[in-house]
């Protein structure tokens, strides 16, 4: 079975600071997809971030990157120059690839990031 | 639509009632998902449906949940005899290619 733990419940970071999220997983897969999404207030899930495992290159998206760590299963977020707007839950997750089966997303519990002005 | 409509946004129920909540999906998008997101916990897994292909149900808690999805495209979620213990947010999701999802902003259901 695959599990996803997300360790801290709650985090802040001051307004154009860096926060680091973290996430680690637990899989027997070898190939694999992992995910950030962010839920704002609105209660929509946004992604925010995409990493396919048999790619060793972090992926970025402009402020939001992450630091793949297959061996270590692994998979924290990195926000820049946070914004007010980045305020919200963020929930990280795990997906099999498409050819092994129903593809649903396992999720973590969520971390709280609050940004404070 | 271009996005995933889930209605109705929110849904106040009696404890033994059976409620209905529907997700329309994004045209074309082949797989829907139902997830169920507790207060203060993460998306619990509840069905897949992908295709004509026989639903996942493996994630539903209880034979009160049900869920069709008619002509592959617009889904509902029943459940039935509600409990204090559905009192939750139920998110519905659409997929392509299965390697990413667009979800819906969800039915908070709260039974009172």
């Known amino acids: 079975a695959q599990t996803v733990t997300q360790s801290q419940p709650e985090m802040s970071v001051q307004e154009a600071e860096t926060v680091t999220l973290s996430c680690t997983y637990d899989?027997?897969?070898?190939?694999?997809?992992l995910f950030w999404y962010k839920q704002p207030p609105s209660r929509q899930m946004i992604l925010v971030i995409r990493?396919?495992?048999?790619?060793?290159q972090n992926a970025t998206e402009n402020r939001f990157s992450v630091n793949f760590q297959k061996a270590a299963k692994s998979f924290s977020l990195k926000i820049s120059d946070s914004q007010l707007g980045d305020t919200a839950m963020y929930f990280c997750?795990?997906?099999?690839?498409?050819?092994?089966?129903?593809?649903?997303?396992?999720f973590g519990t969520g971390t709280r990031l609050t940004v404070i002005p | 639509g271009a996005g995933v409509s889930q209605s109705p946004s929110n849904k106040v129920t009696e404890k033994g009632k059976d409620v209905e909540l529907r997700c329309d999906p994004i045209?074309?998008?082949?797989?829907l998902y139902w997830y169920r997101q507790s207060l203060g916990q993460g998306l619990e897994f509840l069905i897949y449906?992908?295709?004509?292909?026989?639903?996942?149900k493996s994630g539903l808690p209880s034979d009160r949940f049900s869920a069709e999805r008619t002509g592959g495209s617009v889904s509902t979620l029943t459940i039935q005899r509600t409990q204090q213990e559905d009192s939750a947010v139920y998110l519905c999701?659409?997929?392509?290619?299965?390697?990413?999802?667009?979800f819906g902003s969800g039915t908070r259901l709260t039974v009172v």
């Open positions: 999701a659409s997929s392509l290619t299965g390697s990413g999802y667009t």
């Open positions: 899989t027997s897969e070898s190939n694999y997809y």
């Open positions: 990493q396919e495992a048999y790619k060793q």
């Open positions: 997750a795990f997906m099999r690839t498409a050819w092994a089966g129903a593809n649903n997303l396992f």
């Open positions: 045209s074309g998008h082949t797989a």
């Open positions: 449906f992908q295709g004509n292909s026989a639903p996942d």
